[in-house]
């Protein structure tokens, strides 16, 4: 009939097909904007490599948190996990396990200066110890968490991410092992360098997190994963030296069980 559209032709099956991929290219550009977030005013990372070591610097105590995954069981520092503070310069006290003995056990752990101290269930005292986490050494820019950072080879451009809900800058990079000594104890074979990934708050410029994947301790291989996590900056931390048993068992030593 004249003058009557024709509903049936190819044109209309087109236009009416075609809805649902736009709709669906209109969803996924939306999701991938809301998953992805904005990186569009993120910061240069050497500048924010330089304003995290001069924030951690100025910090006088922190929480931390230390998570290792397929360590050696003969490594100097044989410490699977730890959840404790540190006072700056030179004093910890943590709850720890570690692999003592030939067994994964809790521990307390103390340490002030050069002074270093341990309780194991199993002694049912405090004990001097050696071998542990110096806590001197984290916080020496020399050889601390401002010098992880600052060691960092080729880091990638910053993304937005979190880490325990905690708004911060990630990025990537390679870095030589020998800088994580005061986590891991060292004894990583020379030329070595390890995959490592940290997030700088984006309010406070402080690190949040370092992520460490590869050998960095005797033991250690390419799948070894260690998780530092560090909160409560600046935080009122009193720590003292424990009361040590008036005649203590042999001195626990962490060290290695094997010959290096």
């Avoid at 550009?29 to 990186?39: P, Y």
């Avoid at 290792?68 to 490594?75: P, V």
């Avoid at 020379?190 to 700088?200: E, K, N, Q």
Wanted: proline share 7%.
């Amino acid at each position: 009939m004249a003058g009557r559209r024709n509903t049936s032709g190819p044109y209309r099956i087109i236009r009416d097909t075609s809805h649902p991929y736009i709709l669906l290219i209109l969803m996924l550009a939306l999701l991938l904007a809301a998953c992805g977030g904005d990186n569009s005013n993120a910061p240069d990372v050497h500048q924010l490599i330089k304003n995290a070591q001069a924030a951690i610097q100025k910090v006088t105590s922190y929480h931390f948190s230390l998570k290792a995954e397929n360590i050696g069981t003969n490594a100097a520092l044989p410490i699977t996990s730890a959840d404790g503070d540190i006072q700056v310069p030179d004093k910890l006290k943590a709850t720890a396990n570690a692999i003592f003995l030939g067994t994964n056990q809790q521990v307390q752990i103390i340490a002030l200066g050069n002074q270093q101290y341990i309780y194991l269930a199993a002694l049912g005292s405090w004990q001097s110890a050696t071998g542990l986490i110096d806590p001197r050494t984290l916080s020496d820019p020399q050889t601390g968490v401002s010098a992880i950072l600052g060691h960092i080879q080729n880091p990638s451009q910053p993304t937005d991410s979190n880490v325990d809900g905690r708004s911060c800058w990630s990025f990537s990079g390679q870095l030589d092992p020998s800088y994580l000594s005061g986590i891991t104890g060292g004894g990583a074979p020379a030329g070595t360098l390890d995959h490592v990934t940290t997030c700088i708050g984006k309010n406070d410029n402080l690190p949040y997190e370092i992520v460490i994947t590869g050998i960095a301790a005797q033991g250690d291989t390419d799948k070894t994963v260690r998780t530092f996590k560090l909160s409560n900056f600046g935080e009122q931390v009193n720590i003292q030296a424990p009361s040590i048993a008036a005649t203590p068992t042999s001195p626990p030593i962490l060290t290695p069980t094997a010959t290096p």
